[in-house]
């Protein structure tokens, strides 16, 4: 059993597109999910929901995806998150909108014993942060899964529940032990913001998770935000990874 984990791509094609390439070349994965938020930020929301619909065995939505329904309230935004969210909501095709709108907020893969939520397996719809495995420890208690993924923090980390009910914390990779339970934080593809500003994925198979950081041309990105007049800080955010 191996699989990828990507989450918030948020319109980023080229880190995308590195992503899945470094995924083929590090060996064939069983299957790939997609944790939410194919859109916002970034100036390629169509192509980027095309790939991913095309590249991934699973897909749920994110809040970005949502706000552009109209199923988010855009209030809750940043100034600079809302007007990304209104310039994809003038942007994207139907075909795009058709596709957010079939994806859940939740999925639970039995055969996996996995939960896929983009941002807590505790009141989902509301959108809740987990910053950190100490943020992660009550919500535990709100999956009965052995393996709980997440992004919306745009910050990897895996949070493991050992049998004995010890809280261990790790930021990098980490080991897969029989007994224990997880919350695993894939970080973000599009817009990193551990100060890292590679892309970023989590692989996982029976050993164990791990997040590999993908460099991928990020002027490239940058100069399409600036052409389609996307706020300026969100141009310089992905250069610096915050
Ligand atoms: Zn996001």
Redesign the pocket.
């Given at each position: 059993m191996s699989y990828a984990v990507l989450?918030?791509v948020?319109g980023n094609l080229e880190a995308l597109q590195a992503v899945l390439k470094h995924i083929r070349k590090s060996g064939p994965v069983d299957e790939i999910f997609f944790l939410?938020?194919a859109v916002?930020?970034g100036p390629n929301p169509d192509e980027c929901i095309a790939l991913l619909e095309d590249s991934c065995d699973e897909l749920i939505a994110?809040?970005?995806d949502r706000a552009v329904l109209g199923l988010v309230d855009v209030e809750r935004f940043n100034v600079y998150a809302k007007a990304a969210v209104r310039w994809t909501d003038d942007t994207i095709s139907s075909k795009s909108r058709a596709a957010l709108q079939n994806y859940s907020l939740v999925k639970n893969l039995q055969a996996k014993d996995a939960l896929l939520v983009?941002s807590t397996p505790f009141e989902p719809e509301q959108w809740h942060y987990m910053f950190s495995a100490l943020d992660a420890e009550p919500g535990f208690l709100h999956f009965t899964q052995r393996f709980c993924f997440i992004?919306?923090?745009?910050r990897p980390f895996v949070a493991e529940l050992t049998a004995a009910g010890q809280l261990v914390s790790h930021s990098q990779n980490a080991p897969i032990n029989k007994d224990s339970r997880y919350v695993i934080n894939a970080g973000?593809v599009?817009?990193p913001r551990d100060g890292d500003p590679r892309a970023c994925y989590a692989l996982v198979d029976g050993q164990g998770v791990r997040f590999e950081r993908v460099p991928y041309d990020v002027q490239a990105t940058q100069q399409k935000m600036s052409k389609a007049g996307l706020p300026e800080p969100l141009v310089q955010r992905i250069a610096m990874g915050r």
């Open positions: 989450s918030d948020h939410g938020d916002g930020y994110g809040n970005h983009h992004g919306h923090t745009h973000s599009g817009q």
